[in-house]
């Protein structure tokens, strides 16, 4: 099933996980398919973003800018605090997924408001997506993703492909963002699909 865009309202959370700009990029490419956002961020992503993109005034600006609602992780008295405010939301996101949240999720410790809203969105059996991008995994973070898979959300390890003939670091990002955007079921042309067999060269010849 294909949801009507302009119809979907999305919760993406953003944690301190290095890769702030999976999710700076999800919140553009939403907005642009025209689809409701509500945004909560840590202070650790606030960090991450001004070491890899936005300081601190130009990341709460960009928020404001791409979303409909933003929140603080402090805010527990906010609305999504509560899981009936969350049943009118077809799918939420934490990207990048740090390994501390996934370890808080997985285990039910809701001190904050990003892990506050994933524990309720997995306990209501909404369509929840982990965006784990930080690298090696060992057998505690494996163990918590297993948790977190056994109790209906989806682990999505921010590993682009390569079939699709990328150009550069945007077309890596965007077919991570693309494979968010599918499991959301929201209709996108961010990367171009598997069609079996063919030639995709251009990230190599530009390497070497």
């Known amino acids: 099933m294909i949801v009507n865009e302009r119809k979907t309202k999305i919760i993406v959370m953003i944690s301190g996980a290095s890769g702030t700009i999976y999710s700076l990029r999800l919140l553009q490419v939403l907005k642009n ?8 961020y840590s202070r ?7 070491i890899e993109c936005l300081d601190e005034r130009d990341f709460i600006d960009f928020l404001n800018k791409y ?10 008295e906010a609305p999504p605090s509560s ?6 939301f077809h799918g939420f996101v934490v990207a ?3 390994l501390n949240t ?6 039910g410790i809701a001190d904050n408001l990003i892990t506050r809203v994933a524990i309720n969105a997995l ?21 918590n993703a297993l948790n977190i898979a056994k109790a209906g959300g989806v682990i999505l390890p921010a590993s682009p492909g390569f079939y699709h003939d990328p150009y550069d670091i945007l077309d890596l990002i965007d077919f991570v963002v693309g494979k968010i955007l599918d499991l959301l079921e929201i209709r996108h042309d961010l990367y171009k699909r598997w069609q079996g067999s063919s030639i ?9």
Request: proline share 3%; aromatic share 8%; with cysteine.
């Open 123 to 143: 306990r209501i059996r909404k369509r929840i997506i982990f965006l784990l991008r930080e690298t090696p995994l060992g057998v505690i973070e494996l163990r």
């Open 83 to 88: 899981s009936s405010y969350l049943a009118d």
């Open 102 to 107: 996934l370890a808080k999720v997985a285990h």
């Open 200 to 208: 995709s060269r251009r990230l190599c010849q530009r390497v070497f």
């Open 33 to 40: 398919l025209g689809v409701y956002t509500e945004v909560i």
């Open 44 to 50: 650790g992503s606030v960090k991450v973003s001004e």
């Open 67 to 76: 979303s409909d609602k933003i929140y603080s992780e402090e805010m527990l």
């Open 96 to 98: 990048p997924t740090s």
